[in-house]
């Protein structure tokens, strides 16, 4: 009887170990899968690429599944399990999936590795795919610039990865190309799963006079989030439209949006069109766009709207470059 | 240009902030481990805390009502610890991995069920400021201690109510006793399961109110992975406070402390690498619990599960 008992509860502690899958088996369809670093819940990184998925399985009929949260360790075991099933496309939503797929890639020449926020590639078979950094640092640095009034202003980012790392630093150029006078506050919490560390982090920030503090932390820059609602400060959406979660501070959206793009790749896939190059996808290919003042565009004033229109106009003709920027 | 008084008074607010969540859960740990119950599950208890106390604040808009759903779910995950450790008599550390394990997926699953995937963040009761009346007003200190959430006050007033129940009360008597020489508790009457049981429940409890604190007192919201690491410092807190309520206290102050300066370093130095100041809270608890802490003595049975013979 006892027996039976603790197997029970062994069963229930089994529960643990249960994470997100999706998708039904059916031959002949597309069939796409991903490797998630973080939780699809977090309304940033990993939301996207969930919403991706369920783009592609949506506009594709395609058969998709997931896994979050995969551990560096076991990178290379996902993408052989992956690819042994049977996978055409197989997603690493992040740079450090790279080294791993270029690895895999060799032993299953048919499918297709394609790795997200980095520049690799390798022939046949290893494509990547990343949000452009520099214009999504500019468009965010810039209204920053623009709608700092104490000309104090703050950044919280998660791990320092490539990715929040380049933003950062076009984060930075974008301010100082409104105003190179601004003080510039910006600090990394190490994780992108502690809002509180990342809340306390704002808190510091706006202790210290920053008027408009933004994030670039996945889950955990929600707590920026709250920590500007708390304080009745500025600030902006990273990743995906964040508006709807707190319109009272959230001004507008710097979107690094993949959903389009895993859609473009999950096509280029089917039609057999991919090829084993890096794409990088900006403000005239979807990906990276404003989402809009929203409850905000009364009180935004028309020159900054203009300014804005002005910066994402040159974005858009190639006037504005990393190349063109006043050093 | 920076107003000092305001950045030391807006430094000690935050520690006190960022220390009471690891504070009560040390509590009950303290309990815990001087009945001779090592918890290495208080990382578990306290995330099925935060999702309880969010998904009950919301149902029904009152946080102390989330509170009390916290602490009463989190008390039953110790109940399941308690049976499979005391009952059971399964090593606590591999069951204290397991519940860790079961309160992240199980919080996973439940938060997704709940509130879905794609839905903005529901909008729930919080905890808000309490300001202390006239205390408020001493200069820096005021605002830094008499400006909280309601269950930092209950935390800070817990530690000496545990003090007094711990060293002065045959209830604590009777703890100590089965901590340190169950068997000789034993031959005297106390019945050492029950004891155990109490203590591994009231540990959970406390956990659940931590995980309260963190997510409807500091945060308003419940996000995946949340306590983040929390639960294993108030574990070293315990340590570092050498199994006393006002110890714990001490040391998760100092760890709060740490945390506020490591926000404050990396906004004030910039050029300094982050990743030195991220080290920062923890290198200094390594450093004080080899230093200043000198030896620190667990309870002789702490771990050991206990058979009648």
Redesign the interface.
Known sequence: M?RCV?LA?AM??A??????CGGAKQPQRLRVAALLPG?????GWN?TA?NGLKRIEKELGAEVTWMEKVPPSDFEEVYRRYAQQGYHVIFGHGFQFGDPARKVAKDFPKTWFVVTSTTISQAPNVASLIPNAFQQGMLAGTITGLLSEKKVV?FVGGL?IPSIVNFAKWWEAGVKYIDPNIKI???????F?????A???A???I???ADIVIHNAD??G??VI?ACKERNIKTIGAIADQA??APEVIVNSVQADLTLAFEVIARKVMDKTIEAKHYNMGINDGPVALSGWKTWDSKIPQAVKDRMNQIVADLKSGKLTEATLPK | M?DWT??VT?FLA?SV??GT?VLICALGLIFMERSGMVNIGAEGMMLVGCLAAVTASYLTGNPWLGALVAMACSGLVAL?FA??TIT?KANQVVIGA?????????T??L??SIFG?DV??PKIGTFGHWTIPYLVDLPIIGPALFKHGPLVYLGFILVPISHYILFQTTIGLKVRAVGEHPRAADTVGINVFKVRYATTIAGGILAGLAGAH?AIG????F????V??RGFIALAAVIFGKWTPFGALGAALFFGAA??IM??G???Y?GVP??LL?MLPYVLTVAAIAGLVGRATPPAAAGNPYAKE
């Open positions: 006892k603790v509860l229930l502690l529960v643990g170990m249960v994470t997100g939780n699809i819940t977090d309304q939301f969930y703050g320092q506050l910006s600090a990394f919490t190490g994780s799963y502690d809002a509180a560390k809340k306390e982090q808190l510091a920030f202790n210290q006079g889950q955990a929600l707590g709250e709807h979660l | 920076i305001v950045q807006e935050a902030r960022l969540p399941l049976y499979l059971v397991a519940i860790n394990l079961l309160g992240l997926g199980l996973t699953t938060f997704r995937i903005a963040l963190l500091m945060l308003s919201f996000t995946e992975d949340m983040a690491g945390e506020g926000f404050r990396q906004a004030v910039p982050s990743q991220l």
